[in-house]
C-alpha cells in the first residue's frame, strides 16, 4: 500500500511522508504512536524499524485498538497496543519496560474511524446518537452536555472550543428546543440559529459547535497540555517529536508548548539574575507548521486542516541545567516534566479566551 492511501477501512494516514521525513525512524529504534487509531502511521514506522525495532501503540478508543491490532498483526512481538489516554505516556512507556524512546507522534483529533461510524456521534452528515465519546468507557456523552448545561455555560463551550461568533445564539436555540439526541437533530438546530448570510462557505454551519462539544466530552485540550512535557521527557536526547493538529486551539496549544520547553529561562527581560531554573529541553525544528501538499488534499480532503510541529529533545550539554531548588529529577537522561512545573501555555487555564458576544441579527 502506498504512502497516505486508504487501508481496508477507509484510514489515510495524514502527513504521513512528513512524519516519516522528520521522525527518521531507524532499523532498532524505540518509537511511540500516541494515537495510534487504525495504525497507519504505526505501520510505517514498523516497516522502518524491524528487525530490532519496538513500537509501542496507545489509543483511548478501544474499537480502534482493535483494527490497529489486525493491521499490526504481522510484524508479532516489535508492536506493543495498549489501551490507555496519552496524557498517560509516560506511564505507559515504562510499563512497557522501556526508559527513553527515540521518537514520538501524535495525531490529534478524531479519526476517520470514528467520524464514519454513524453510531459514534462524531459527525453530523448521518443521523447518530450524540455521543462523541473517543472511549465508550467514559460516563459523560454530548448529550449530556447538550441536553443539562445552562445557557449560559453551553454559550461559554461553543465559544471557547469552537471559537463560534454565534455561541450565544446557538445555546439559547439549543435550549429551546432540548430534549436533543441526535445529530442531525441538533446540527439543525444549529444551522438555524445562524443567519444565512453568516454561512461559512464551504463548511456546514454546525462544524464549530461540534468540534466545541467533542473537544469539552473527550477533554482534549487538558489531556494534550499534560501530553506535550510528558512526551519530551519520555525522548532520550536527540529524540524526536511530531505532533500534527486539526484546530487552531491545540495548534496554538502545541507551539506555546514547544516554545516554552525550548527557551529554558522564564525570568522576565532585564533581570539581573535567573531565579526561576529554567532549563531548554527542546530544539524547535518547525519555525512554522508544516502542511499537506496539494496532492495529499486531493486524495484526502480530510487532511485541509492538518498543522505538523516538530521538535527535538536538546543533548544535555546543550541545555542549561537548573539551579538545585528547580530540579525536578534526580535523572537528567529522563527528567519529569511535569505540568505544574511550567505556567500555563497563553489562553489557556488560568486566563479565559477573549469573549466575543454574538451580534444579533
Known amino acids: 500500500m502506498s504512502a497516505g492511501t486508504a487501508d481496508a ?8 511522508e512528513e512524519v516519516l521525513a522528520w521522525l527518521a525512524p531507524r532499523p532498532g529504534g524505540v518509537y511511540v504512536d ?6 497507519g502511521h504505526a505501520e510505517a514506522i514498523l516497516a522502518r524499524i524491524v528487525p530490532g525495532g519496538l513500537l509501542i501503540g496507545i489509543d483511548r478508543d478501544p474499537e480502534a485498538l482493535a483494527v490497529a491490532a489486525r493491521r499490526l498483526a504481522r510484524f508479532g512481538a516489535a508492536v506493543r497496543l495498549r489501551h490507555a489516554n496519552y496524557a498517560a505516556i509516560r506511564q505507559v512507556v515504562a510499563e512497557v519496560g522501556i526508559e527513553a524512546v527515540d521518537g514520538i507522534v501524535m495525531d490529534l483529533g478524531a479519526s476517520s474511524l470514528q467520524l464514519d461510524a454513524p ?11 450524540l455521543d462523541m465519546r473517543m472511549d465508550r468507557s467514559e460516563p459523560r456523552t454530548a448529550a449530556d452536555l447538550v441536553n443539562t448545561l445552562s445557557p449560559d455555560a453551553l454559550a461559554d463551550l461553543i465559544r471557547r472550543y469552537g471559537e463560534e461568533r454565534w455561541a450565544r445564539r446557538i445555546a439559547r436555540a439549543i435550549v429551546a428546543a432540548r430534549p436533543l439526541a441526535t445529530t442531525d437533530a441538533l446540527a439543525a438546530v444549529v444551522a438555524a440559529a445562524i443567519p444565512r448570510r453568516a454561512w461559512p462557505r464551504g463548511v456546514h454551519p454546525a462544524t464549530r459547535t461540534f468540534q466545541a462539544l467533542r473537544i469539552a466530552v473527550n477533554r482534549e485540550l487538558e489531556h494534550l497540555e499534560r501530553a506535550l512535557p510528558d512526551a519530551v521527557g519520555t525522548l532520550r536526547e536527540g529524540g524526536r517529536l511530531c505532533v500534527i493538529t486539526f484546530h487552531s486551539l491545540e495548534d496554538r496549544l502545541v507551539k506555546h508548548t514547544f516554545l516554552r520547553l525550548s527557551r529554558g529561562c522564564t525570568c522576565p527581560p532585564g533581570s539581573p539574575t535567573c531565579t526561576c531554573g529554567g532549563r531548554r529541553w527542546l530544539r524547535v525544528l518547525t519555525r512554522r507548521p508544516l502542511t499537506p501538499s496539494a496532492d495529499e488534499l486531493a486524495r484526502n480532503p480530510r487532511a485541509r486542516s492538518a498543522k505538523l510541529r516538530v521538535a527535538e529533545r536538546l543533548p544535555h550539554d546543550e541545555s542549561t541545567d537548573a539551579p538545585e531548588a528547580g530540579q525536578r ?14 505556567p500555563p501555555a497563553p489562553g489557556f487555564r488560568r486566563s479565559r479566551l477573549r469573549r466575543r458576544d454574538a451580534p444579533h441579527a
Open 9 to 16: 477501512t477507509g484510514h489515510v494516514p495524514v502527513m504521513l
Open 34 to 39: 500516541a494515537t495510534v487509531g487504525g495504525g
Open 119 to 129: 453510531e459514534r456521534g462524531f459527525s453530523f452528515l448521518r443521523a447518530g446518537p
Open 329 to 342: 529529577s534526580a535523572d537528567p537522561t529522563l527528567p519529569s516534566i511535569l505540568p505544574d512545573a511550567f
